[in-house]
């Protein structure tokens, strides 16, 4: 489908790619790395959760203010960000500092992106394009986000093989931390080159808002199905947090005692296997509509989830991941869609914050818990997997009770 994109879709889409190659390196490395430097499981989720809060703080600005600042301008100082936390984490111990660093930067801690680049990268690409092709459009964005993640997956376990090159572990990591910061420079690069049409159209009008009118996204006569679908994605982004990437790398590595490398693998194939559920998704939405291919390909993986602390070895338990995954993420794209036909084209920024808002304080609070639930003995009944799986089932269920009743014209 490239051959149909434009040049800012190419743009929008080559910056996730750049990005999510960032988040899926350290979503790997980022647990293990600390694990192996002194810190504690607690700790980690503690750390964790604090770069998840900083994501919720971020996004939220980005909900207010990011159309008056421009869209461009947002994203690259969003992008500086990013590349400094990456710095500080490559060079630095301190865990003051390194709290510090992940709530005012961005971190990859997760496949499932939810710093606040993401709205207004969604809102560009639903106005930037055929309204019809907007489901395809949303699902090749996330299948190069997913493929990228992969190949950052894989590109964590360098620092195994520079071993045997004669290179410390520890110098390994930190060239890891390195590439991080590299590729975030990249993106702040690429967004340069987009043009003045990712801009919004209206966004001369907010400025003349009263103040407390700008403390809130411009949400209008959608501000109630979209708060109501906030409160669900929120929900479901608590669930996910118990078992951030970053948290099942690490459980892996502690139950199992998988190597970095052997992890790299495995989360290369989890990654792969969600980047071809999006190719799925389109043709799923057209059959049976947005809401019932978000909800039931999202249901059956959640049930396989909450079964991976039950199986006994690693082995079993990476193949029940690696099935899970071709079924978890075809709801992304069709997420995205469903919300963006939810509301007027002025709204679409607003509403694009409000998810990623609530999906951002959904996710803030989860890992420390994930974290603490994966402490000495804990380690072996595999909780935060059971919890999420569980808390993600009554989300698909009650989405699905709720939107049924809710007529959208579903643009495809």
Not at 103 to 127: C, K, N, R, Y
Not at 223 to 252: K, P
Not at 290 to 312: D, R
Request: charged fraction near 15%; hydrophobic fraction near 55%; glycine fraction near 8%.
């Amino acid at each position: 489908m490239l051959e149909r994109w434009n040049r800012d879709t190419r743009l929008i889409v080559a910056a996730r790619g750049l990005r999510s190659f960032s988040y899926g390196l350290l979503s790997v490395l980022l647990g293990v790395a600390l694990s192996n430097a002194g810190f504690s499981p607690a700790a980690i989720g503690a750390l964790l959760t604090v770069s998840l809060a900083g994501d919720f703080v971020s996004t939220y600005l980005v909900g207010v203010m990011a159309d008056a600042w421009g869209r461009r301008r947002t994203l690259i100082g969003l992008a500086l960000l990013m590349a400094a936390t990456g710095a500080v984490f490559g060079l630095s111990h301190n865990y003051p500092l390194l709290i510090a660093a992940g709530f005012f930067g961005t971190l990859g801690v997760s496949a499932s992106e939810t710093a606040p680049f993401l709205p207004l990268e969604q809102a560009m690409l639903a106005e930037i394009g055929d309204a019809s092709r907007r489901t395809e459009r949303f699902a090749h964005y996330n299948l190069v986000a997913s493929v990228c993640l992969a190949l950052g997956a894989l590109t964590a376990g360098l620092p195994d093989v520079l071993v045997h090159l004669g290179i410390a572990r520890g110098d390994g990591i930190r060239l890891m931390f390195g590439l991080y910061v590299l590729a975030a420079l990249l993106v702040s690069i690429v967004v340069t080159r987009l043009g003045q049409e990712v801009e919004p159209s209206a966004m001369k009008a907010r400025p003349s808002l009263p103040w407390k009118a700008r403390m809130l996204p411009a949400l209008g006569s959608s501000r109630r199905i979209i708060l109501t679908l906030s409160a669900l994605l929120s929900l479901d982004a608590f669930a996910g947090g118990l078992i951030v990437q970053s948290l099942m790398a690490l459980y892996f590595h502690l139950r199992f005692g998988v190597s970095l490398g052997s992890l790299a693998v495995l989360f290369l194939g989890a990654n792969t296997f969600s980047a071809l559920s999006y190719l799925a998704a389109v043709p799923l939405a057209r059959r049976f509509g947005l809401l019932n291919t978000m909800v039931f390909t999202h249901l059956p993986s959640n049930i396989l989830l909450a079964c991976i602390p039950l199986l006994p070895s690693f082995p079993l338990a990476a193949l029940l991941l690696l099935v899970r995954q071709s079924l978890s993420q075809m709801d992304v794209p069709t997420r995205q869609a469903y919300t963006m036909e939810l509301v007027r084209p002025e709204e679409r920024t607003a509403a694009a914050s409000v998810t990623s808002l609530a999906r951002s304080a959904g996710s803030a609070g989860s890992p420390v818990l994930g974290g603490m639930l994966l402490q000495g003995p804990l380690l072996a009944l595999g909780l935060p997997f059971v919890a999420c799986g569980l808390l993600k089932i009554v989300y698909d269920l009650t989405l699905w009770s709720i939107f049924k009743r809710v007529p959208v014209p579903e643009q495809r």
